[in-house]
C-alpha cells in the first residue's frame, strides 16, 4: 500500500525510526520514574548517525493522555503540560524528532485501510497502536518502529503485515521493560 503519513516540511533528515508512546513519553516528561527507561528513550532520539526518529499524532495523542492519567494529582499541571511542549518543540528543532501526520487527503482512504487490516489481524492490539502502527506502515521513510508493547510484538500476524513493507518491530536496545518481561540478568524487578 502506498500512501500515509507525512513528515512536516521542516525535517531536515529522513526519519528512519518511529518510537511508540512508552519511548517519547520520558523524553517530553523528563522525570519518569524509571531511569533506565528514560535512558533508553534518549539513546533513541540522540543517536550518532544523525537519524532522527518520528513520532505521530497519535503517539503524540497518546503520550498526553498517559501522562494525564498517572500524574500524581489525578491531571497534568500546566507546568507539565508547558514542560512536555517545550521539549518537544525542542527536539523538533534540532531535527531529532519529527512528527508524522495523515499528509494528504489522498492518503487517507489507504491509511483507513491499513489500520482496518491490522485491527482485523489481531483485535487485542489497542485503537491507539492501531493508528500507530499503520503510521509507521505507511511512511515511506520508516523502517523500524520501536515499542516495548508486548501484544504487537509478539503478534505473527502484525508481524507479517509489518514484513510485506518491510517495517520491523523492535524494542529500543537496553529497555528495561524488555529485559523484566524475559527476566534478563541485570534488569530491575
Do not use: W
Request: aromatic share 4%; hydrophobic share 35%; proline share 5%.
Amino acid at each position: 500500500m502506498e500512501g500515509g503519513p507525512a513528515i512536516p516540511h521542516g525535517s531536515s533528515s529522513p526519519h528512519h525510526y518511529h518510537v511508540d508512546t512508552c519511548y517519547l513519553r520520558p523524553i517530553l516528561i523528563e522525570r519518569d520514574d524509571d531511569r533506565d527507561l528514560l535512558e533508553a528513550a534518549r539513546r533513541l532520539v540522540n543517536r550518532a548517525d544523525g537519524r532522527g526518529v518520528c513520532a505521530s499524532v497519535g503517539v503524540v495523542g497518546e503520550t498526553i493522555i498517559k501522562a494525564d492519567a498517572n500524574s500524581s494529582e489525578g491531571q497534568l499541571s500546566s507546568d507539565d503540560l508547558e514542560c512536555m511542549g517545550r521539549n518537544l518543540a525542542r527536539y523538533i528543532r534540532q531535527g531529532r524528532i519529527a512528527l508524522c501526520s495523515l499528509g494528504s487527503a489522498d492518503n487517507s482512504e489507504v491509511f483507513f485501510r491499513r489500520a482496518l487490516e491490522i485491527r482485523r489481524a489481531d483485535g487485542r492490539i489497542g485503537d491507539m497502536d492501531v493508528l500507530i502502527l499503520a503510521s509507521a506502515l505507511g511512511c515511506p521513510d520508516c523502517e523500524v518502529l520501536y515499542t516495548n508493547d508486548g501484544p504487537m510484538l509478539n503478534s505473527t500476524s502484525l508481524r507479517a503485515i509489518a514484513q510485506e513493507k518491510p517495517l520491523a518491530l523492535r524494542e529500543a536496545p537496553g529497555d528495561p521493560i524488555s529485559r523484566r518481561r524475559r527476566g534478563r540478568p541485570g534488569a530491575r524487578r
